[in-house]
């Protein structure tokens, strides 16, 4: 459970460099796929070690990648004949 929660911290952590760096767009794929699996892998650790605000921001943190993610897919959607 320690690797799925210092993953996350990586996952997470990386995004937010590589965005500090311009090396990613805040509405790229890579950025919010970063920060859902980062947010899933200390969601899980929280739940873990049974600590609910941790798991509930983590969750919330993910939820918000998911949301960014599926207006994307569906602006791509709309725009194909």
Excluded: E
């Amino acid at each position: 459970m320690s690797i799925i929660g210092w993953s996350g911290v990586v996952f997470c952590t990386l995004g937010y460099l590589l965005l500090s760096m311009r090396k990613i767009r805040a509405n790229s794929f890579a950025f919010q796929a970063l920060n859902i699996v980062g947010g899933l892998c200390l969601a899980l650790t929280a739940l873990d070690t049974h600590d609910l605000p941790n798991a509930a921001a983590n969750v919330l943190w993910m939820s918000i990648g998911l949301y960014a993610l599926s207006r994307q897919f569906s602006k791509r959607q709309k725009k194909q004949p």
